[in-house]
């Protein structure tokens, strides 16, 4: 049975599918950036208030404005954009559900004036985004946004036909300033810390380029709330695809998979309405900082401490390394003894206990998430990962062991092949300028620490970091990953 919505009645009993009639359910949210994430995080909160009859005005328009987001588009579209989430326990429990929470899908390369015109619609009071750090034209070193940009030269140049993200959303604010229409809020769901701040900052930097009037009405007017997101989502592979037909005789062109932790806690800062989301298990507060800053430190960290050294042994899921215990009691002692120490109390979390919750969900061999994933991208999530604790550390004198291995392998793994002489993909825009570092053995921590928009000038100016780098990197250059980790683990 094809996925549709003439066969909603059809779906088999152990499936949950949408109680809400989709047809007068209207699009109050507009989404950039329509993948795994978004489908398992965000919209799963908004479909579940849909579940209970409640925010029929709050559904999802899917957004795309690069052309890769045509797939998602044509995917959705061909099964009128409702889509399966297959969840995935650690004690082979599965729930699949379908999901009926987005109602259409624009482009802007289709259409940018339709784009634009979409944006400034009264009825779009928010506007969300998952477009990854790159979207965001911020400097990773500085903050600062990036105004010389080619692409942010060229929509300036023709400003009523943009095609970057910030461009599009300045057009769409400018149209609802001038009709005299409210503004939305723009909340960003990247995994980056103080993702509203930097959303900020980028449209505020186009604007002030563009249009001082409207770079003043956005800055009293619209609201760009912090926000912590959190879901381990894979990518969907052809074996998720067969064991939802087999499950159920179902076919979607592209099902999402997520494990069942699902937590998000943002700023209550929306300057045009919000759903109400808090009914359905979203945390608000008026500061998210400590909630990132722990997320970020102790989730987002450890995956980058166990995916280089995992990769380097031969595995390829986050699970496997879990079940390795030099490599499991590596990552315990890091989130320990380097993240914890520099932690803030975060009201209503039991650090111990989260930490502990952290290991298992690694630790669920269901999900299958891909170590090539998790290292994905490693030039833009070092910055905001692991090298926040690193300078907490050498603030704070603390040893820097630990947290120089894990650029260490990070380094290491940029050759390409682990240590049974298998090859891998490596998957970052920076791939190019890696792996000239890295070409020359004796100046290869130089030649790294030279890159300034992942290093910064600090961290290379510390003799202690440098030094602790240069020694992990040589061990594991003659010693291997094992016997580097009993080193560090006793």
Known sequence: MKLSQQHLADLPASMISPTYDRLVCRAGILHIGVGGFHRAHQAIYTEALLNQGLALHWGIC??????????????????????????LGATNEVKMQVVGVIT?????????????????DPDIRIVSLTVTEGGYFTDDTTGKFKDQDPDILADLAQPDAPKTLVGLLCQGLKR???????????????????????????????????????????????????????????????AHK?????????????????????????????????????????????????????KIGLLNGSHLAMTFLGTLLGYEFAHQTMEDEDLRRF????MDHDVTPLLAEVPGINLTEYK?????????????????????????????FVFP?????IAENKPLERVALIVAAWTHYLHGKNELGQTYPILDPKLAILQRAIAQPET????????????????????????????????LQTQGVRATLKQLIG
Request: charge should be negative; glycine fraction near 4%; include cysteine.
């Open 62 to 87: 899917g957004a795309g404005v690069r052309e890769s987001d045509r797939a998602m588009k044509e995917a959705l579209e061909s099964q009128d954009y409702l889509y399966t989430l297959i969840e």
């Open 104 to 120: 259409e899908f624009i482009l802007a390369q289709d259409s940018v004036d339709a784009f634009i015109q979409r944006l400034s």
């Open 331 to 334: 990552v315990e002692n890091y």
């Open 176 to 238: 609802r300033m001038q009709a005299g229409i409210p503004p939305f809020t723009v909340m960003s769901c990247d995994n980056l810390p103080h993702n509203g701040d930097v959303a900020r900052k980028a449209v505020l930097g186009y604007a002030s380029l563009l249009d001082t009037q409207l770079m003043n009405w956005i800055a009293d007017n619209v609201t760009f709330p912090n926000g912590m997101v959190d879901r381990i989502t894979p990518m969907t592979s052809q």
């Open 356 to 384: 502990q919750t952290l290991i298992e969900r690694f630790s669920n061999p269901a999900i299958c998430d891909q170590l090539t994933r998790i290292c994905s991208d490693a030039a833009a999530k070092f910055p905001k």
């Open 389 to 393: 604790t690193l300078r907490g550390l």
């Open 242 to 294: 067969q064991q939802l037909f087999d499950s159920t005789g179902v076919e979607d062109v592209w099902p999402v998979v997520a494990e069942p932790f699902l937590q998000w806690v943002v700023e209550d800062k929306f300057c045009n309405g919000r759903p109400e989301w808090e009914v359905v298990g979203v945390q608000f507060t008026q500061d998210v900082t400590p909630y990132e800053t722990m």
């Open 444 to 475: 290869c921590v130089t030649q790294m620490l030279e890159i300034y928009d992942i290093f910064g000038d600090d961290l290379p100016s510390s003799n202690t970091f440098v030094e602790a780098y240069q020694t992990q990197l040589s061990r």
